[in-house]
């Protein structure tokens, strides 16, 4: 059974599924889609051509699928928000439409988006995402699977964070985190591999192994990072971890986050 208070207001064309909760002073519009079990707790605005998937739960303050900020978005053109399933979106959080008609912002499924999280036009966040208090995402920016973005920490457009990330609060990204690793700063720069995170996520141990000497191979040594990315795969061989780094290192645009002077100490040995 749906339950909508009377005191919300969903457009009768929005399209509700079994199950859901649609708490007081809500607002639907037309084009939306809600999946089923999903519950709106009150306040939340739901515009544009949205969709959130099953079971999600969504606090006071919400707004999804609201116009891009873009100064390039055209009035009337058609965009999309796509939110999956068994998502946490808690109070004030906002999730902005894609700018370019037909474009999409996407959040993939089982992320937790905390107090005054933004995620801006056209980004792109993956499954497991852990987003903390007011960490903000730019338009353009592409987050992997199991990351973890810390509180009052901004992300530059088309900055892309690596899956099994983290981003350390407060920090200021700028250029690329690559998978697996820890960055902190301002500027932020990648520090160590994210041990705990990998763990968490069921990596072995040898696969961390593999993970921390590429690391060291590609930022301790005394190499250009072509010439450190083939010793990755002169010396570690074949394996699809490795590869999802060496991969995200050719798809940079805007380069990457590297180490500074105090990080090779920490990873020698």
């Given at each position: 059974?749906?339950?909508?208070?009377?005191?919300?207001?969903?457009?009768?064309?929005?399209?509700?599924g079994s199950d859901c909760f649609i708490g007081p002073f809500c607002t639907i519009g037309k084009d939306v889609e809600i999946g089923a079990r999903t519950c709106l707790k009150s306040h939340v605005v739901i515009d544009g051509y949205?969709?959130?998937?099953?079971?999600?739960?969504?606090?006071?303050?919400?707004?999804?699928?609201?116009?891009?900020?873009?100064?390039?978005?055209?009035?009337?053109?058609?965009?999309?928000?796509?939110?999956?399933?068994?998502?946490?979106?808690?109070?004030?959080v906002s999730v902005?439409?894609?700018?370019?008609?037909?474009?999409?912002?996407?959040?993939?499924?089982?992320?937790?988006?905390?107090?005054?999280?933004?995620?801006?036009?056209?980004?792109?966040v993956g499954n497991h995402v852990v987003m903390s208090h007011s960490a903000t995402l730019a338009g353009h920016v592409v987050v992997g699977d199991y990351a973890n973005i810390g509180g009052l920490a901004a992300v530059h457009q088309f900055c892309q964070i690596g899956p099994v990330a983290m981003v350390a609060g407060m920090a200021r990204v700028v250029q690329d985190v690559l998978p697996y690793t820890i960055a902190e700063g301002f500027p932020a720069h990648m520090r160590v591999v994210n041990k705990v995170g990998l763990e968490?996520?069921?990596?072995?141990?040898?696969?961390?192994?593999?993970?921390?000497?590429?690391?060291?191979?590609?930022?301790?040594?005394?190499?250009r990072?072509?010439?450190?990315?083939?010793?990755?795969?002169?010396?570690?061989?074949?394996?699809?971890?490795?590869?999802?780094?060496?991969?995200?290192?050719?798809?940079?645009q805007r380069g990457l986050a590297r180490p500074d002077s105090a990080t090779f100490e920490m990873n020698v040995g």
């Open positions: 059974m749906i339950e909508i208070s009377p005191l919300s207001v969903v457009h009768p064309d929005a399209k509700i949205t969709t959130i998937g099953e079971d999600c739960v969504v606090y006071p303050f919400v707004s999804l699928g609201i116009d891009s900020q873009d100064q390039k978005h055209l009035k009337d053109s058609v965009t999309y928000t796509r939110i999956g399933d068994r998502n946490t979106l808690r109070e004030f902005h439409s894609g700018t370019e008609a037909g474009s999409v912002t996407e959040i993939g499924n089982d992320c937790a988006l905390l107090t005054q999280a933004h995620v801006g036009h056209n980004s792109r968490r996520a069921g990596f072995s141990t040898q696969k961390i192994q593999e993970i921390r000497k590429a690391f060291r191979i590609l930022f301790t040594r005394d190499l990072l072509e010439e450190a990315v083939a010793e990755v795969r002169k010396e570690i061989g074949e394996s699809s971890e490795i590869n999802v780094m060496l991969d995200a290192i050719e798809r940079s």
